[in-house]
T-cell receptor, first 115, second 114 residues
Framework: DTGVSQDPRHKITKRGQNVTFRCDPI?????LYWYRQTLGQGPEFLTY????????KSRLLSDRFSAERPKGSFSTLEIQRTEQGDSAMYLC?????????????FGPGTRLTVL | AQSVTQPDIHITVSEGASLELRCNYS??????LFWYVQSPGQGLQLLLK??????LVQGIKGFEAEFKRSQSSFNLRKPSVHWSDAAEYFC????????????FGKGTLLTVNP
């Protein structure tokens, strides 16, 4: 069990550029989540997938953000035309839907800095 | 909508002292409650969870938490803190039809003095 992995761990980009992050969940987990954590705050829910279906998107997820989970395995989060306000830690988590309590396992995160 | 309040932004304790981190939640139904710990540059690690049953739950690393419905609280405790416990601690409530969405508090940063 390698846990949830995220790539890259750090990303520095210039305002206006597009960035893409990848998350690989625990292999048997069918649910995958994205959260955003800014300095001094707790993680905030962005979106989640059950298998390949994206079931909910937070209002925090503007139209510059898009997430996919092709074939229900890994997921990508793309931010287009990045803004300085997008600077944050982007966390991915996964869980097994059949459990009653939905314990989520988190990856190490991708820290995005927009200059 | 659900919410979580962690009243203490920063707590400092001496190694070997006892610890209590406060968490208050707001949720209309029976909550699913979690405590996570985050070390610098790391993701979140689950310490313990409460769903039902015994209101005192045991977790990893010697932590425990007590669910008090009347006070809408889920405080985290440890009888004797170790220097390695220095980290940020987050309380979270699970919501949605199968608790898919976690709402986190802002966290409490724990500093441990030698």
């Amino acid at each position: 069990d390698t846990g949830v992995s995220q790539d890259p761990r750090h990303k520095i980009t210039k305002r206006g550029q597009n960035v893409t992050f990848r998350c690989d969940p625990i292999s048997e987990h069918n649910r995958l989540y994205w959260y955003r954590q800014t300095l001094g705050q707790g993680p905030e829910f962005l979106t989640y997938f059950q298998n390949e279906a994206q079931l909910e998107k937070s209002r925090l997820l503007s139209d510059r953000f898009s997430a996919e989970r092709p074939k229900g395995s890994f997921s990508t989060l793309e931010i287009q035309r990045t803004e300085q306000g997008d600077s944050a830690m982007y966390l991915c988590a996964s869980s097994l839907a059949k459990t009653s309590y939905n314990e989520q396992f988190f990856g190490p995160g991708t820290r995005l800095t927009v200059l | 909508a659900q919410s979580v309040t962690q009243p203490d932004i920063h707590i400092t304790v001496s190694e070997g002292a006892s610890l209590e981190l406060r968490c208050n939640y707001s949720y209309g139904a029976t909550p699913y409650l979690f405590w996570y710990v985050q070390s610098p540059g790391q993701g979140l690690q689950l310490l313990l969870k409460y769903f039902s049953g015994d209101t005192l739950v045991q977790g990893i690393k010697g932590f425990e938490a007590e669910f008090k419905r009347s006070q809408s609280s889920f405080n985290l405790r440890k009888p004797s803190v170790h220097w390695s416990d220095a980290a940020e601690y987050f309380c979270a409530v699970g919501a949605g039809g199968s608790n898919y969405k976690l709402t986190f508090g802002k966290g409490t940063l724990l500093t441990v003095n030698p």
